[in-house]
């Protein structure tokens, strides 16, 4: 499997996804104008990777802010995270949120919650 790098652009978030290392990162503003486009590309590279991962797969979100319309999206992640890690897939998932992002932290916190999946938060400073 190829890697996935979408360079990151005014409304859409950096996204890289490594399937040598495990690894996935999503980092910076999530507006797109068509959420389900955008991310069902990344989608589909996920349901790729999903068959043949590492054996911990590494989840990198940093977000500056996500519109309704991506977080159905990126709640669709967490589904397909949460399936693969019942079916004994390890992973961790590293949430950043700047020092006074309430809303983008109690967001993370939610996912952690609903889907308690190994979680670490990491508080950045802007």
């Known amino acids: 499997m190829e890697p996935l790098r979408i360079e990151k ?15 996935l990162t999503m980092e910076g503003r999530s507006i797109p104008e068509d959420p389900e486009n955008f ?10 990777y999903y068959k043949s991962p590492q054996k911990l797969t590494t989840f990198h979100f940093e977000f500056e802010y996500i519109n309704s319309g991506s977080s159905k999206f990126i ?6 995270i949460k399936n693969q890690y019942d079916k004994g897939h390890n992973c961790l998932v590293n949430w950043y949120y ?15 919650k609903t889907f308690k999946l190994p979680f670490k938060f990491v508080e950045v400073y802007g």
């Open 9 to 23: 652009e005014h409304k859409t978030p950096f996204i890289e996804l490594d399937p040598a290392k495990g690894m």
């Open 75 to 80: 709640l669709r992640f967490f589904h397909l």
């Open 39 to 48: 991310y069902n590309v990344v989608y589909s590279s996920m349901l790729e």
């Open 98 to 112: 700047e020092e006074d992002d309430e809303n983008i932290l109690d967001l993370g916190k939610h996912y952690e």
